[in-house]
């Protein structure tokens, strides 16, 4: 596991690094409290458990030769209504394209989120994290 850099740029604005050197902004700057000028810290966490799972998921999918032709993970967090907001639950619902046998991704998505990502591995052990699916034509 590499190291990730944050760089303060100003008041709330971030330029973040992950371990091989890619750059993204994160944050906004407080006298534009509606206009974010990147991610926001928050949907960092739902977005790393969604592109983890998703991540070992197509892998999966591939190794058992099903036909996906196109993927879309919507993932949605719960918070506390105050600070510091802390995630109550987490839900990933995959979005998928093609004629996958149902089965078989179900046991994907069970070997994905159960087995190998780290992330919602990490987080399950505070909140829970659950998931569906959906073939979609």
Not at 29 to 40: A, F, T, Y
Not at 92 to 120: T, W
Request: hydrophobic share 40%; charged share 20%; with cysteine.
């Amino acid at each position: 596991m590499g190291t990730v850099t944050l760089h303060w740029v100003k008041q709330h604005l971030f330029v973040a690094s992950d371990s091989n050197g890619h750059s993204f902004t994160i944050g906004r700057l407080p006298n534009e409290p509606l206009h974010w000028s990147g991610v926001k810290p928050s949907d960092l966490m739902l977005l790393s458990a969604a592109a983890c799972a998703t991540w070992d998921l197509v892998d999966i999918l591939a190794k058992q030769r099903e036909p996906l032709r196109d993927l879309q993970v919507l993932c949605s967090g719960e918070n506390l209504s105050d600070p510091p907001y802390t995630f109550t639950k987490i839900h990933l619902r995959y979005m998928v394209y093609g004629p996958v046998n149902p089965e078989k991704l179900e046991k994907a998505i069970h070997l994905s989120e159960d087995k190998y990502c780290s992330v919602i591995s990490t987080l399950r052990l505070g909140i829970p994290v659950t998931s569906d699916f959906e073939i979609c034509p």
